[in-house]
């Protein structure tokens, strides 16, 4: 189990929207668009997409809301493994480059690089983090 706080550097980190990342919020509303969004930032995190509501830390769900505009509470109302779920994780595979279900890491990124690097370059703008470790930033 997930510890209920993460601390505000973790979640700044790891759970803060950038770039093009918003506009996949669009035609999303309420406990929609915040558990799409907390689905796609724990996927560039942990690497896989969250196994249960457990495993997103408040702090990290109330900061999420903030940015979407949404409630923390209307998570709640979020069927993570309904089919408006299943269709989201597919929309997000297709964003951020992983295959299929069965597919653990993203097709162009090389292995172990998933908790520690922000996917390729579909732009993203803005971010102080680089592609891989020696990378060289422009």
């Known amino acids: 189990m997930m510890a209920r706080h993460l601390g505000l550097d973790e979640v700044v980190d790891h759970f803060t929207l950038v770039g093009d990342e918003v506009d996949q919020l669009r035609n999303k509303a309420g406990g929609t668009r915040l558990g799409f969004a907390?689905?796609?930032?724990?996927?560039?995190?942990?690497?896989?997409?969250?196994?249960g509501r457990h495993e997103l830390a408040d702090d990290a769900v109330a900061?999420?809301?903030r940015q979407v505009g949404v409630?923390?509470?209307?998570f709640g109302s979020y069927d993570?493994?309904?089919r408006t779920a299943q269709?989201?994780?597919?929309e997000i595979r297709r964003y951020?480059?992983?295959?299929?279900?069965a597919s653990s890491t993203p097709r162009s990124w090389p292995?172990?690089?998933?908790?520690?690097?922000?996917?390729p370059s579909?732009?993203?703008?803005?971010?102080?983090?680089t592609s891989s470790p020696g990378a060289v930033a422009s």
Do not use: I, Y
Not at 42 to 51: A, C, Y
């Open 71 to 74: 409630a923390a509470g209307e």
């Open 122 to 129: 579909a732009g993203r703008t803005g971010s102080a983090r």
């Open 38 to 51: 907390l689905t796609l930032k724990f996927l560039l995190w942990r690497g896989r997409f969250p196994r």
């Open 80 to 82: 993570m493994a309904g």
């Open 111 to 119: 292995s172990g690089s998933l908790a520690t690097s922000p996917r």
């Open 96 to 101: 951020t480059g992983f295959g299929s279900a």
């Open 63 to 65: 900061h999420v809301a």
């Open 87 to 90: 269709r989201h994780r597919t």
